[in-house]
């Protein structure tokens, strides 16, 4: 079975400062990991994915994120917050046949 | 490119009814897979269809049926309506080798309210 752990309902960060997202994940298998990002009453926008390869995975709107297999998470990074970041943002899993699988979601609010 | 679009954006229905929600994936693209949004459950897989087969199918009722016709574009559908079945449903599409490294463009929702 496959899962995905977002443990922070809501991250709250000043603009300016770096923000972080966590997601942790628990696999049968290689992971494919996805991070999106939804806007109020909008669909989910694709933000960067690790599918093998260097641990650092860099994607749109200066976001990045650290695969790590031994802690087996995939947070999400970016250096500096905008007001514009506040969204709510899915981490997902999926491996092979398997279907994609979506966190909980997190609230990141950016602080003027 | 167009993106994904859904159509409609907005439904009201009353409990027994049913309901077809319809999706357009991005040219070229020949995945499609559907996802119910609520607040209670987030977002949950109903199925996936490759080249007009189900390939994946998630953890609803038999009320939850798909399709997916020769031009990719897919329906879904949802019988005997009720409250629970509120939600937002998400298309989404995908290139058209359709692997499992591929990510996955979503269209704008469906917003069905079931009164």
């Known amino acids: 079975a496959q899962s995905v752990a977002q443990p922070e309902d809501q991250v709250n960060v000043a603009e300016g400062n770096p923000l972080t997202v966590k997601c942790t994940y628990s696999v049968s298998g290689n992971p494919y990991l996805f991070w999106y990002v939804q806007y109020p009453n909008r669909g989910l926008q694709f933000l960067l994915k690790y599918i093998t390869g260097d641990n650092l995975v860099k994607g749109s709107y200066g976001f990045e994120a650290e695969f790590n297999k031994s802690q087996t998470s995939f947070h999400l990074k970016k250096p500096s917050a905008l007001v514009s970041d506040s969204a709510l943002y899915f981490c997902?899993?999926?491996?092979?046949?398997?279907?994609?699988?979506f966190g909980t979601g997190t609230r990141l609010t950016v602080i003027p | 490119k167009a993106g994904v679009t859904q159509t409609p954006r907005y439904l009201i229905k009353t409990r027994g009814q049913q309901v077809t929600l319809s999706c357009s994936p991005i040219s070229g693209h020949r995945s499609v897979s559907w996802y119910q949004q609520t607040p209670g459950q987030g977002l949950q897989f109903l199925f996936e269809y490759f080249s007009e087969t189900q390939r994946n199918k998630g953890n609803f009722p038999g009320r939850f049926s798909g399709r997916q016709f020769s031009n990719s574009r897919s329906e879904m559908n949802v019988s005997t309506l009720e409250l629970g079945d509120s939600a937002l449903y998400l298309c989404a599409s995908s290139s058209s080798s359709g692997g499992a490294s591929n990510e996955q463009f979503f269209g704008p929702g469906t917003r069905l309210t079931v009164l």
């Open positions: 997902a899993v999926r491996t092979g046949a398997n279907n994609l699988f």
